[in-house]
């Protein structure tokens, strides 16, 4: 097993790429709540990283890519790094390892839109660390540590089923078990700095290039094209959503950036298997998707506070469909509908179906347990107060 430097400083760029999106949802989310409650929104995305990151050194890493169990879960040979190393095939080991935990950081991150506004730091530590070993490190297994999706032929390239659907439908079944904020739908809870969420967006963006890219593990020709489509999905989600938002109203900047976020995230499972026109369909019917599944969030008066369901989770299921139908054996190795062939679209279909009801079922009842037994949300009073105040002693007011 020989190092390839190239290789090994580009997947060290691409890691630190998608650690900057962990602060990044901070940014983006904190820009849509109240003031009161932006450093907790923050804190959260800081505070999942930091659990993420001990969670992954000491078992999380071993669960989600030691040596299969039954094609559910990985062993426990990797506990507490045990034979992860500076070697490996192309990069270290070690490189490989810490380029998963920044996707693990980021998807705890993303849930932290279910529970806005309202949650016990404690609780969400408690949760988070549940979340993360039960729901996460076994669908990473499934999909990427040769657990059944892998023995299937279900494809994921860089996290659409074990990234953003289970972080979507995670965070819809958490918001229905926490509640509504207090007032939700009885007066405004509009964003407090919309520019803040737009700066986080573009850092998501800009960390998208490594998060996609870099899952080629290799500074090649099928990174460049991750790379490529990934843009061209994100702009054309982003014109999607201005254009189908235009037709109600004004093209808002807030839904010009939650487009593109559609957008990274439905070619985020696809990003290896498809190429630039491909990228541009899948880009604007994410757009158009998640924009209207953002409405019927409201009509349905979910307080899924900040849409990771609406966005990352209904943009995940198309993205993990769209392989089926679009991919491209030039690209890829593997053929979808459109070049012929059905049985990859049954097999995506599979996958999204059961990483859906997988994600959901269980973040509900980890959810239960932890509300059961600690109380998932703040008091009615702190809640009012704001959580920056109540939870942490530290406030925004000048």
Same mark, same amino acid.
């Given at each position: 097993?020989?190092?390839?430097?190239? +290789?090994?400083?580009?997947?060290?760029?691409?890691?630190?790429?998608?650690?900057?999106?962990?602060?990044?949802?901070?940014?983006?989310?904190?820009?849509?709540?109240?003031?009161?409650?932006?450093?907790?929104?923050?804190?959260?995305?800081?505070?999942?990283?930091?659990?993420?990151?001990?969670?992954?050194?000491?078992?999380?890493?071993?669960?989600?890519?030691? $040596? +299969?169990?039954?094609?559910?879960?990985?062993?426990?040979?990797?506990?507490?790094?045990?034979?992860?190393?500076?070697?490996?095939?192309?990069?270290?080991?070690?490189?490989?390892?810490?380029?998963?935990?920044?996707?693990?950081? %980021?998807?705890?991150?993303?849930?932290?839109?279910?529970?806005?506004?309202?949650? /016990?730091?404690?609780?969400?530590?408690?949760?988070?660390?549940?979340?993360?070993?039960?729901?996460?490190?076994?669908?990473?297994?499934?999909?990427?540590?040769?657990?059944?999706?892998?023995?299937?032929?279900?494809?994921?390239?860089?996290?659409? &089923?074990?990234?953003?659907?289970?972080?979507?439908?995670?965070?819809?079944?958490?918001?229905? %078990?926490?509640? /509504?904020?207090?007032?939700?739908?009885?007066?405004?809870?509009?964003?407090?700095?919309?520019?803040?969420?737009?700066?986080?967006?573009?850092?998501?963006?800009?960390?998208?290039?490594?998060?996609?890219?870099?899952?080629?593990?290799?500074?090649?020709?099928?990174?460049?094209?991750?790379?490529?489509?990934?843009? &061209?999905?994100?702009? $054309?989600?982003?014109?999607?959503?201005?254009?189908?938002?235009?037709?109600?109203? /004004?093209? $808002?900047?807030?839904?010009?950036?939650?487009?593109?976020?559609?957008?990274?995230?439905?070619?985020?499972?696809?990003?290896?298997?498809?190429?630039?026109?491909?990228?541009?369909?899948?880009?604007?019917?994410?757009?158009?998707?998640?924009?209207?599944?953002?409405?019927?969030? &409201?009509?349905?008066?979910?307080?899924?506070?900040?849409?990771?369901?609406?966005?990352?989770?209904?943009?995940?299921?198309?993205?993990?469909?769209?392989?089926?139908?679009?991919?491209?054996?030039?690209?890829?190795?593997?053929?979808?509908?459109?070049?012929?062939?059905?049985?990859?679209?049954?097999?995506?279909?599979?996958?999204?179906?059961?990483?859906?009801?997988?994600?959901?079922?269980?973040?509900?009842?980890?959810? /239960?347990?932890?509300?059961?037994?600690?109380?998932?949300?703040?008091?009615?009073?702190?809640?009012?107060?704001?959580? +920056?105040? $109540?939870?942490?002693?530290?406030?925004?007011?000048?």
């Amino acid at each position: 097993m020989t190092i390839d430097t190239g +290789d090994t400083a580009f997947i060290l760029i691409c890691t630190a790429l998608v650690m900057l999106m962990t602060p990044g949802v901070g940014l983006f989310y904190g820009g849509l709540v109240r003031r009161k409650n932006l450093i907790s929104m923050f804190a959260l995305s800081f505070v999942a990283f930091s659990v993420v990151t001990i969670q992954w050194v000491l078992f999380g890493y071993s669960l989600a890519f030691g $040596s +299969d169990v039954g094609g559910v879960i990985g062993s426990l040979e990797y506990v507490g790094l045990s034979g992860v190393g500076m070697d490996g095939d192309g990069i270290p080991d070690l490189l490989f390892m810490v380029f998963q935990l920044v996707f693990a950081a %980021v998807t705890l991150a993303i849930i932290t839109s279910a529970v806005a506004e309202r949650v /016990k730091i404690s609780s969400f530590i408690v949760f988070g660390l549940l979340w993360t070993t039960l729901v996460y490190d076994p669908l990473a297994h499934w999909v990427w540590g040769g657990g059944w999706m892998a023995e299937l032929g279900i494809l994921d390239f860089a996290g659409g &089923i074990v990234v953003h659907i289970s972080a979507g439908f995670g965070a819809l079944a958490l918001a229905l %078990v926490i509640g /509504k904020r207090v007032g939700f739908g009885e007066y405004s809870m509009e964003p407090h700095n919309i520019p803040m969420t737009l700066l986080g967006g573009a850092l998501l963006w800009f960390g998208w290039f490594g998060f996609n890219a870099g899952s080629a593990l290799a500074a090649d020709g099928l990174a460049a094209n991750a790379f490529v489509v990934t843009n &061209i999905s994100a702009a $054309s989600g982003a014109l999607a959503w201005m254009a189908a938002s235009w037709i109600r109203g /004004k093209p $808002s900047s807030v839904g010009m950036i939650s487009g593109a976020i559609a957008g990274l995230g439905a070619i985020t499972p696809a990003a290896g298997f498809v190429g630039p026109l491909q990228a541009i369909i899948i880009g604007v019917v994410s757009g158009l998707l998640c924009y209207y599944a953002l409405l019927f969030r &409201i009509r349905q008066r979910w307080d899924e506070s900040l849409d990771a369901w609406a966005i990352h989770g209904v943009g995940g299921v198309w993205g993990t469909l769209a392989i089926g139908i679009f991919a491209i054996a030039a690209v890829g190795g593997v053929s979808g509908l459109v070049e012929g062939s059905f049985n990859q679209l049954l097999l995506q279909a599979v996958g999204a179906g059961a990483t859906v009801l997988y994600a959901f079922v269980v973040t509900f009842v980890l959810a /239960k347990v932890v509300d059961l037994t600690m109380g998932l949300r703040v008091s009615e009073e702190e809640e009012y107060v704001g959580l +920056d105040i $109540s939870q942490h002693g530290e406030s925004t007011q000048v």
